[in-house]
């Protein structure tokens, strides 16, 4: 079998919702070179039923069942079972455009990248979001050449820069894509690169637990990262996987 040039890792717990959009973005790309490998949480939900629905649309498409939930723990396993010669990382609640990845690669090639931070767009959303999220934004290429930060729910990467730097840290609770990037960014700063095309997601973890309250928990977590270290002992606590 031909190797894929990308391997797409999506991340789920009970995500039957929104799971079937993102998978039908990935069947509707300009450019399909790429295998999905699913990676499932011990959902309780009919999340893996939708995934096996939708894996006719793909050439490429492998679920896995996991018995141990974990964010880091899940991308883990995809990058071990990954084939392709890049890795791009999904939460299930991300929207792409139908030219995302054909942009976003061409991209990487350009820079010689190995890691691919990917901003947000607020495309559709309130004026209070696209100002938030142009901030955010401004954040994350402002800090790229000396502190970088990322959004784990669209992350590109390679397989030698995930072994290399021991993939995702299992041990941390929040910003443990921050840190991916960062532990990247020691190896050589020039392989990390902020691509171009940006991705949409779900705003309801903004929306279920605040706009604001939810911003300055990661404000606090990054300023604390920058000047004491990684987040290893809950010194600012938060729940994943708790929405309504």
Known sequence: MT????????ITLNEQQRLPFLLEDLAAQ???????????SNS????????????????NYRIVEMKKRGVSLGRNVGANLARGKRLLFLDADTRLSPEFLERAVQSLDQSAAEVGVVCMSAEGLGLHYRIGFAL????IRATSRFFPTAIGACLFSTPSMHRQIGGFDEQL?????CNYVLKAHH???RKVAVLEPKFRFDPRRLQQDGFFTTGLVYLR??????????????????????YR
């Open 3 to 10: 190797e894929p040039a990308l391997s797409i890792i999506i």
């Open 30 to 40: 300009s450019w399909v070179n790429f295998e999905v490998i699913h990676v499932d």
């Open 44 to 59: 309780d939900d009919e999340t893996l039923a939708r995934s096996r629905e939708a894996s006719a649309f793909f050439a």
């Open 136 to 139: 955010f934004n401004a954040g």
């Open 173 to 177: 609770n929040l910003c443990e894509d």
């Open 187 to 189: 190896i050589e700063k």
């Open 221 to 242: 977590a990054n300023v604390r990262r920058f000047f004491v270290g990684e987040l290893r002992n809950q010194e600012i606590p938060y729940a994943f996987g708790h």
